[in-house]
C-alpha cells in the first residue's frame, strides 16, 4: 500500500481515559477530541469513549457537527469562539455548546439565537494568563453581563499556561476562582474547569470537570512524568519498502550524504504524509525516506511507535507529531 498506515489502539484510550477519570476524583471527564481526536479519528475515539467520558470538547463547529453525524449524542463543547453567524447557526443546529469570550462574541451568538428561535448554550472563558481566548479576570463582570442578553451560560473555564510551574498555576487559580464566584452570583451553580491534563496531574485544580486532551493519546505535556506503563502510546505508524539495492554510487536522497553500507533501501512515507526532515533517522526526500540498510521490498516497517521522541528529533511537541501523523494514513483500529 502507498499510503502509511497508523495502528490505533482503541484499548489504549480507553485505558488512558479509565486513569484521568480516577485521577479527577469525581469530577467530569470531558475527552478532546479536536483534530481529528490528536490525529486518532474523532468519532472513533468518541465511540470507544462512551460511558466513560460525559462529554467531548473540538477546537471547531464544524468538528462538533461531524461528530453529531457520527452519532455522537454526549454534550460536545467547541473550544473556539465563532467567528461568523453562519458557524453559530451551525453549531445551534447540531446541539453545540459555544465558547464566549468577550462581548463581541456574546453578541453574535446572541444573534444567531433570535435567528434561530433558541438562546445558545455557553461556556464564558475567563483569561488568566494564557492570552489566547478569553476576557481578562479584573474585567470578568462585563463579559457576564453581556452573557445576560441572549446567552444560556451553563459553564466558566479557564487554561494553565504553565501547568507545571506551581506559583503561575496557583495565581491563576486564583483568579480563575474569583471570576467564577462573580459568574456564579448572576447565573447560579456553573460548571466549572480549568484543568487540562498537566492540571489534572499537578491535583487540586479539578473543579467539576477535567479536560484530558494529549494524555488520552498516551503522552503528557512538558514538565510532567508518571511512571513507566502507566498510559500507553495509541498510534503506530507504518510505511512500506518501496525499492531495494545494491548501493554502488551517490548519494541517499537529497544531499552530501555518503552511504557507508553496501545496501540501500526505500520508504514510501514523507512530508505530505506528515513527517517533517528530522523526524527519522535519515532526512526525508520528499514523499520517501532513502535508508542504508537490508530490507526487502514490500515489507511494512515502523516509522513512528514513540510521538516524544520523534517530538524531541523535531524540536516540537507530541500534539504537533500526532496530528501530523494521522492527517494521510490509512487508519486500522484494534480494541
Known amino acids: 500500500m502507498q499510503q502509511t498506515r497508523a495502528v490505533i489502539s482503541l484499548g489504549a484510550v480507553c485505558r488512558n481515559a479509565a486513569f484521568f477519570k480516577a485521577r479527577a476524583g469525581g469530577a467530569k471527564l470531558c475527552a478532546v477530541v479536536k483534530a481529528d481526536g490528536y490525529g486518532h479519528g474523532a468519532a472513533q475515539v468518541a465511540a470507544a469513549l462512551r460511558g466513560t467520558a460525559d462529554l467531548f470538547a473540538v477546537s471547531l463547529v464544524s468538528e462538533g457537527a461531524a461528530l453529531r453525524l457520527a452519532g455522537v449524542a454526549e454534550d460536545i463543547l467547541v473550544l473556539t469562539p465563532p467567528l461568523c453567524e ?9 446541539g453545540l455548546i459555544f465558547t464566549a469570550g ?38 470578568f463582570a462585563a463579559l457576564c453581563a453581556a452573557a445576560e442578553k441572549g446567552c444560556r451560560v451553563e459553564g466558566v473555564y479557564s487554561h494553565f499556561y504553565r501547568p507545571e510551574h506551581a506559583p503561575t498555576r496557583e495565581a491563576q487559580f486564583a483568579l480563575f476562582r474569583k471570576a467564577a464566584d462573580g459568574a456564579e452570583t448572576r447565573f ?144 486500522i483500529y484494534e480494541g
Not at 86 to 94: D, F, K, T, V
Not at 310 to 326: F, K, R, S, W
Request: aromatic share 10%; charged share 20%.
Open 86 to 94: 453562519e458557524e453559530a447557526l451551525r453549531g445551534l443546529y447540531y
Open 102 to 139: 468577550d462581548a463581541a462574541d456574546c453578541a453574535l451568538l446572541a444573534r444567531a439565537g433570535r435567528a434561530y428561535g433558541e438562546p445558545p448554550r455557553c461556556h464564558l472563558k475567563c483569561n488568566t494568563g494564557m492570552n489566547r481566548y478569553g476576557t481578562d479576570a479584573p474585567s
Open 188 to 331: 447560579g451553580r456553573l460548571v466549572r474547569h480549568i484543568a487540562a491534563t498537566g492540571g489534572t496531574l499537578a491535583g487540586g485544580y479539578e473543579q467539576d470537570m477535567v479536560r484530558i486532551g494529549i494524555g488520552l493519546y498516551g503522552y503528557l505535556p512538558q514538565g510532567f512524568a508518571l511512571p513507566r506503563g502507566t498510559l500507553a502510546p495509541a498510534m503506530r505508524v507504518f510505511a512500506t519498502v518501496a525499492a531495494e539495492r545494491a548501493y554502488l554510487s551517490g548519494g541517499a536522497g537529497y544531499g552530501a550524504h555518503t552511504p557507508s553500507g553496501v545496501r540501500l533501501y526505500t520508504l514510501r512515507y514523507g512530508y505530505a504524509d506528515g513527517f517533517r526532515r528530522e523526524s527519522g533517522p535519515f532526512p526525508l526526500c520528499m514523499d520517501a525516506s532513502v535508508r542504508e540498510g537490508d530490507a526487502k521490498k514490500y515489507e511494512e516497517l515502523p516509522v513512528l511507535a514513540d510521538a516524544d521522541a520523534c517530538a524531541a528529533a523535531c524540536g516540537t511537541i507530541p500534539y504537533e507529531v500526532l496530528v501530523n501523523a494521522g492527517r494521510r494514513a490509512v487508519k
